[in-house]
């Protein structure tokens, strides 16, 4: 009958229902008109409508968050057309709903985004179903805008994309604000340039472009001269008004593709990159240089100023890029020293060596405080007397690797540092104990102590040297003897002067070591209360083979006797230096002819057991002339002359040249055929030496004959004759020696 019944008026106010399970329903009733037995009524008929609500709300609030979103939302179909916009869209983008419908997103494109960006785009929305990230586009009032974007694929029940969904915002603020945070950690805020961050990343690029280009990249450190009395003088403002006309002067030097930073303060940086060679490099500082020089017109004032730069090339110098700056940074110090206003080279062999003395200072440190140095004494004898009187300190290094290192395998390294004042400071310590020890034994003698100039001139040194005697009560100041080298750096010579005075006040004396050597010498000797002159050993070494080493020593002599100093001799290798220094007035000596370094325990028995040469002996009992001088010491170069002949003949390897065989020419024949022998040309002894010393020469000329003919008997038969012609020979001048004295002692009566 359902089919029959007329349809009545719907009641257009649902009403909740709550069902027998107790749910509540949403419910729409009628009023239909139908039969009922026959008779006419009325019937009320109702449907559930729950869901059909529920979707109906769900549409009212999608479309009021669509319309009140802050952000832009458009929707496109599946082939990109732009179908629904909202509000937000048009108010960040300018167009209406009119002006965007029916078109595609291109509408907004700035151009700014190639096509791989777009494909990229697609790509990633088609294999993840979306797509976030930063979009630059265009207004329609053609204002770029940077947009935050999300585009999301909509797919239908088949999984077939049927819409496009782009939800954005505008942050164009926040990335001009990032840009400006990004300024500010990367560019100084006062001139704009580059900061240390910017110039390490720039640094690490150029860097890499030039093992690429294989060319050079010039780092240059520069530092203004004289700056810091501008902001004294005319006060800061003007002196970050200087810093910035500096900085667009440096801009003006360089190319488009280097680099002007600066680090802070006068500090700045520049990278010169492709550079071909060094001298390439030369003239771009030099711009530098001159745009500087120019003066600048600050409040009114004309200020001059320089600036001094230090250049370090890579690769040549091979380093990071920390300490490609750290080299730039040391030139620039360097050109700074020598004079400003100019540029200097990193040089990285001088760097090498700064490091290993470093190294080297270093491990010396340790070896001091492990106690691995050690000081030997030479003695010091007076030959005429035949006594010693005292010794050197020497300082030695055991090296645990190395073995016994002398003083100028290390004390070079440590010259100038402050590890030169505290192994001087433990020398002197050391040798006031081995004093005591000695004392202990008997054995009292004045020990010499090598004064570096450093140390001398460190602020507490007569200080220190005299807490150093109040810790040593027993030792007499006069028996340390303070050695200061003559070509010690002592650069103000009035206040060493004074030092000397004040050393000499607690009893100790002074000693001017290698004298002679220095540009000074007078000088010293002049301004310094030394009481001993030392005679360095290269003129006392040489001196019986060098007539101008031989007037220097006695010029020394000489001067030490007029001046009322003592005079030592070092370097006395032979018994017949000591003879010609006792020959000239020095009597006081040391050296390997005398005694080799050795450890202070040793001393006291050499000293028990010390026997003077017999020839200082006859030299110390007679007074000879200064004119006798070249006849004593023409003996002992005939004596050299016979040593080097054996030396010659018993050579196997033939690496030893004879000696002179033109008996003119040999010295002893220089001295004979001389002017300064006719003071003896009466004395029948020095006629008969011609023939005897002719054929001395003779027999030299036959034995070398021998040896290369391999005749070694006859070698023997000869050389055996030679020894009794020299001796010959020697009692030749043994005579004259006799005569003249005998002649001196006539005199004299």
């Excluded at 769900?58 to 479309?63: D, F, I, N, S």
């Excluded at 010690?488 to 001017?512: E, N, W």
């Excluded at 010959?728 to 004299?748: D, K």
Aim: with cysteine; glycine share 8%.
């Amino acid at each position: 009958m359902v089919s029959e019944l007329i349809a009545g008026k719907r009641n257009t106010s649902p009403l909740p229902i709550l069902r027998a399970d107790g749910q509540q329903l949403m419910v729409e009733t009628r009023a239909v008109m139908g039969y009922w037995n026959g008779e006419p009524a009325i019937f009320g008929v109702s449907q559930d409508i729950s869901q059909r609500l529920l979707a109906e709300e769900r549409q009212r609030l999608a479309t009021s968050v669509f319309d009140n979103a802050h952000e832009g939302i458009m929707i496109t179909d599946a082939q990109g057309i732009i179908i629904e916009i909202n509000t937000t869209f048009s108010e960040l983008t300018g167009y209406s709903r009119e002006e965007a419908v029916g078109h595609t997103a291109d509408l907004l494109k700035s151009g700014h985004h190639d096509s791989d960006f777009y494909k990229a785009m697609w790509a990633t929305i088609g294999s993840v179903g979306y797509w976030r990230g930063e979009v630059w586009n265009r207004k329609k009032s053609g204002e770029i805008f940077v947009e935050l974007l999300t585009i999301s694929s909509v797919r239908n029940p088949n999984d077939e994309i049927t819409h496009f969904v782009a939800i954005f915002s505008d942050i164009t603020q926040i990335k001009q604000h990032q840009q400006r945070l990004e300024h500010l950690a990367h560019f100084d805020a006062l001139t704009q340039l580059p900061n240390r961050i910017l110039l390490a990343d720039r640094l690490q690029l150029a860097m890499a472009q030039t093992e690429r280009d294989q060319k050079m990249l010039a780092v240059c450190y520069l530092d203004l001269d004289g700056f810091k009395p501008v902001n004294d003088v005319y006060g800061h403002s003007a002196g970050d008004h200087m810093l910035i006309e500096v900085a667009q002067r440096l801009r003006q030097c360089v190319r488009a593709g280097d680099t002007v930073s600066r680090l802070g303060g006068d500090e700045f940086v520049l990278l010169f990159a492709g550079i071909d060679d060094v001298h390439e490099c030369d003239h771009a500082v030099s711009r530098v240089l001159a745009a500087l020089a120019t003066a600048f017109a600050i409040g009114g004032e004309s200020i001059n100023i320089s600036a001094s730069i230090g250049i370090t090339l890579y690769p040549t110098d091979g380093s990071d890029a920390d300490t490609l700056l750290r080299h730039a940074d040391q030139a620039m110090y360097t050109a700074k020293q020598a004079g400003r206003n100019r540029f200097h080279l990193f040089d990285p062999e001088s760097d090498r060596r700064a490091r290993a003395r470093r190294d080297e200072i270093s491990r010396i440190r340790q070896g001091l405080a492990e106690r691995e140095f050690v000081l030997h004494y030479q003695p010091k004898v007076n030959m005429r007397e035949g006594r010693v009187f005292g010794a050197e300190a020497l300082i030695r290094w055991q090296h645990p690797e190395q073995g016994l290192l002398a003083p100028n395998q290390f004390l070079p390294a440590i010259d100038g540092s402050e590890m030169d004042i505290l192994v001087g400071e433990w020398v002197l310590e050391e040798a006031l104990t081995q004093l005591e020890k000695w004392q202990e034994q008997g054995l009292k003698m004045v020990v010499s102590v090598n004064i570096s100039g450093t140390h001398l001139q460190s602020p507490s040194f007569v200080e220190n040297l005299g807490k150093l005697l109040v810790a040593h009560p027993l030792i007499a100041p006069h028996c340390l003897e303070l050695e200061i080298l003559e070509t010690a750096a002592l650069s103000d010579m009035a206040m060493a002067a004074d030092i000397f005075v004040a050393c000499r006040r607690l009893g100790v004396s002074f000693a001017l070591d290698d004298f002679g050597t220095g540009y000074s010498s007078l000088t010293y000797f002049r301004r310094l209360p030394a009481d001993t002159l030392k005679i360095d050993q290269s003129f006392v070494r040489d001196m019986l083979d060098d007539p101008d080493d031989l007037a220097i020593v006695e010029g020394v002599i000489g001067l030490t006797k007029a001046f009322g100093r003592k005079v030592i001799a070092e370097g006395v290798e032979t018994a017949e230096h000591g003879m010609v220094l006792l020959q000239l007035g020095c009597d006081l000596a040391q050296g390997y002819g005398i005694a080799h370094p050795m450890p202070g325990a040793d001393i006291p028995a050499w000293t028990r057991n010390f026997v003077p040469d017999k020839l200082w002996g006859s030299i110390a009992a007679f007074k000879w002339a200064r004119e006798d001088l070249p006849m004593l010491v023409a003996e002992i170069d005939h004596a050299r002359w016979v040593r080097s002949l054996e030396a010659y003949l018993a050579d196997s390897t033939d690496k030893l040249g004879a000696p002179v065989q033109n008996q003119h020419n040999c010295r002893f024949g220089r001295w004979y055929y001389g002017p300064s022998s006719q003071r003896y040309a009466g004395l029948e002894s020095y006629i008969n030496i011609e023939s005897t010393h002719t054929r001395i020469h003779e027999l030299g000329k036959e034995l070398i004959e021998l040896k290369k003919a391999g005749d070694h008997i006859l070698l023997a038969t000869r050389l055996r004759e030679l020894h009794k012609t020299s001796e010959a020979l020697t009692e030749h001048i043994q005579m004259i020696q006799a005569e003249v004295l005998l002649s001196t002692q006539m005199q004299r009566h």
